[in-house]
């Protein structure tokens, strides 16, 4: 690999030269101190650049170093000092014998330190290659009447390459590029042509013909309804044309055309020759409302620095980059450099010469928003371009086939901020902006916007009443959106009342609103797709409200079911469900010996669904036969007599549901059994209780009876038996003693039964 020495302390300028050798396949030692050179063999060096200004030796010091040493390379300076001692400093070189290139003054094109770089049969100009004209040195010469007749005839036809947006692979626009294919059909490219008419003074007739050949032919493409851009290349000689942007503003209101349709292109190596003229003329096309393309960025030195002075407000990298990315680690750094840096400026970033599917992933990884290049198309006439429309409308977006644009109109008396809206706006929407609110209103009908930007406080008239105004006579849906520097609860309830759909406080956030916006245009483009969604979204809200009322008259149901004391309460209740359900049923339910069958709440099933519920009761938990489904639980089945069976959905639901209220039928008829039986038993109870009392009564009195009879017996008696005092005193203690242990007996009796007098009352206290 040839080596080629730099010296030079600024590092920016270092990286610079550096990538662009690599470019061309040279390496590059580089040196930030004069001095240095003395630690390496010059000779094995074959080129040397160097600054005048470096530290250490000088430039000038350096050229009698290299005397002194017999250099046999080339020398090149490349320096930011005056044209006078480049000059004098190249002299300098040739007089030491020194094999002197022409000096270059920073800052300077790329294109010129890769011709510097390039073996000398590289570095022959094409300008100068006339083998393909087949005619000699003095060819410009030849050429030079052709073109003025071919420039002044409109020989010189523009041809258009497509431009794509790298995500959603939609047509944006496209370039205009000047071709000249003579009568013979020779073709005489661009190369050649456009320099010859820049130093004989046709480029600015050549720049009209191609712009007058474009306008016309986008008119044709808005009546087609195919809305794109169109860029063209402005040549570095047409920057002292100050009347240009008037021209060009007053040839697009001819035609009908918006401002942000129209993209004017810039070589960036044309900066570099007059910055004021440059800045006048460039400043006053985007204050036209046109766009700013910088052309071919990354192949000039001076990219960097004009990018914070000049409008643009897109930029292209050149193709030499985009076709080395793969095997040149400069080319990636430059490329993702270039993006992240545009991102942040807020310019846009086309990346030129895409031939592969491979750059285009890359490029999208990397963020780059839109491509060209004859991977998707070559640059193509209007005839052929028009054919290529036809056969590839998947490149076309909705934007784009629709009949009308999407029109946001801003009404705001702050001229600046009107002016921001529009470079934010104007290229992505049919943008209209007003600074007198009674013109707007004059002229709603014919614009009749899809949004509207409104500022509240505005002179003669404030924003809630234009908003109240255009409401009132507003034949189709628009949004209104407020835009205010005041931002409190009161602007934004005055807001909502005079109609507004949403309020956006200044300072505006740019990503905010755009996210706004677009969505309101995807609302808004999607109209047809949202009636036909809403015709679905009605019928699913009645099929959802259908459900959910079917649900609800489930749950209902078992609410209900807990206020049921008893086997009527409960069919009753389930009536009320098929009637909601509108299903025709019959219900059985069963104890342990009885079974009770009802197609009504009053009225008792037929002996034939009788015999339904006998032979299906071990059929399954489901049993479906045509129209008719049993469900069969432990104590309780039910027989669905109208199944909806033609529509799927809809039955399925209805086995969930039924299999559902099955289970809370057994669960609540189980309930109702186990209450019947437990009131049994307390009435069984309290019947064994009543009589138990009677006995213990009827014993009770026996047995006072029989003591009574007993104490009368034996008193009686005892003269009789001729015992003593003491005997007989004895005989009645024993017997009242007696006495009193069988009524002590009896007491206790009675306390047993008011125990469990007092249990029963508890119990039934408790089931109450």
């Known amino acids: 690999m040839r080596q080629v020495l730099l010296i030079d302390d600024d590092e920016l300028f270092c990286e610079f030269v550096t990538d662009a050798a690599e470019l061309v396949g040279v390496s590059v030692v580089a040196l930030d101190n004069g001095n240095k050179i003395q630690e390496y063999d010059a000779h094995q060096f074959e080129h040397i650049l160097l600054d005048l200004t470096v530290p250490g030796a ?4 350096l050229l009698r170093y290299l005397k002194n040493k017999e250099y046999q390379g080339k020398v090149s300076i490349a320096s930011g000092c005056e044209q006078a001692v480049l000059t004098s400093a190249h002299q300098l070189g040739e007089n030491y014998g020194l094999s002197m290139t022409q000096p270059l003054s920073k800052p300077f094109p790329l294109e010129s330190l890769l011709n510097l770089l390039r073996d000398s049969g590289q570095a022959t100009s094409l300008s100068k290659n006339v083998s393909q004209l087949d005619v000699e040195d003095d060819s410009d010469s030849d050429l030079l009447p052709a073109l003025t007749a071919a420039i002044e005839n409109d020989e010189i036809k523009v041809y258009f390459q497509p431009r794509f947006d790298l995500n959603s692979k939609r047509l944006l626009g496209v370039e205009a590029l000047a071709r000249w294919i003579l009568d013979d059909g020779q073709f005489i490219p661009p190369s050649i042509f456009i320099p010859l008419a820049e130093e004989n003074d046709l480029i600015e007739a050549l720049t009209k013909s191609v712009v007058e050949q474009v306008l016309p032919q986008m008119a044709e493409w808005n009546r087609k309804g195919i809305r794109i851009q169109a860029s063209f290349n402005f040549s570095a000689k047409s920057l002292h044309e100050l009347d240009f942007p008037d021209y060009l503003s007053t040839l697009a209101e001819q035609y009908g055309l918006l401002p942000q349709q129209i993209v004017v292109e810039l070589t960036e190596s044309a900066l570099v020759d007059d910055i004021a003229s440059s800045m006048e003329i460039l400043t006053r096309i985007r204050m036209k409302g046109f766009g700013l393309s910088i052309d071919d960025f990354g192949t000039g030195y001076s990219s960097v620095q004009q990018l914070q002075n000049i409008p643009f ?17 400069q080319a990636r750094t430059i490329i993702e450099s270039t993006i992240e840096m545009a991102h942040k400026l807020g310019i846009l970033v086309i990346a030129e010469g895409i031939e592969n599917q491979a750059a285009i992933d890359y490029l999208k990884s990397v963020g780059c928003d839109q491509g060209q290049g004859f991977y998707y198309a070559k640059p193509m006439s209007a005839e052929e371009f028009a054919k290529w429309i036809k056969v590839n409308p998947s490149y076309f977006g909705e934007e784009q086939v629709l009949d009308n644009e999407f029109v946001i109109a801003a009404v705001d008396d702050d001229i600046d901020f009107i002016e921001l809206l529009s470079d934010l706006l104007s290229e992505e929407f049919n943008f209209k902006p007003y600074t007198n609110a009674q013109q707007f209103l004059e002229q709603f009908p014919q614009i009749k916007p899809d949004i509207v930007l409104l500022d509240v406080n505005m002179p003669s008239i404030n924003g809630y009443k234009v908003c109240q105004q255009i409401r009132e006579t507003d034949v189709k849906d628009l949004s209104v959106i407020f835009i205010s520097g005041a931002d409190n609860k009161e602007q934004r309830l005055k807001a909502f009342s005079a109609g507004g759909d949403d309020f956006i406080a200044k300072p505006i956030s740019v990503g905010e609103l755009l996210a706004k916006l677009r969505n309101l245009r995807k609302f808004q483009e999607s109209k047809e797709n949202l009636f036909e969604q809403e015709a679905m979204a009605r019928d699913m809200a009645f099929q959802s409200m259908t459900e959910a009322s079917q649900y609800g008259s489930i749950l209902r149901f078992f609410k209900d079911s807990f206020q049921c004391r008893n086997q009527s309460q409960l069919v009753t209740l389930f009536y009320q469900l098929m009637a909601d359900l509108q299903l025709s049923a019959c219900i059985q339910l069963r104890t342990a010996t009885k079974k009770y069958s009802f197609r009504s709440p009053n009225q ?57 209220l099955i289970e809370g039928l057994e669960s609540k008829w189980s309930e109702l059994l186990k209450d019947d039986s437990t009131s049994e038993l307390v009435i069984n109870i309290d019947q064994v209780l009543m009589s138990l009392r009677g006995k213990f009564d009827q014993f009770e009195k026996e047995t006072h009876d029989v003591i009574d009879m007993l104490i009368l017996d034996v008193r009686s008696s005892l003269h009789v038996l001729d015992l003593s005092e003491e005997q007989e005193n004895y005989l009645i203690d024993m017997i009242e003693k007696g006495v009193e242990r069988v009524m002590k007996l009896g007491d206790a009796g009675r306390e047993i039964e008011d125990d469990f007098s007092h249990i029963i009352e508890q119990f039934k206290t408790t089931y109450d």
């Open 604 to 660: 008792q099933c037929s002996p034939m669904e009788e015999n339904l519920f006998e032979m299906l009761s071990d059929s399954g938990r489901l049993y479906h036969f045509k129209s008719r489904t049993m469900v069969n639980d432990k104590h309780v089945s039910m027989l669905i007599k109208n199944m909806p069976v033609e529509d799927e959905v809809t039955y399925g639901r209805y086995n969930d549901l039924i299999a559902a």
């Open 58 to 61: 000088d430039g000038i010091q």
């Open 313 to 329: 407000n897109e930029l292209k990298i050149d193709r030499s980059f985009v076709s080395n990315f793969e095997t040149k680690l």
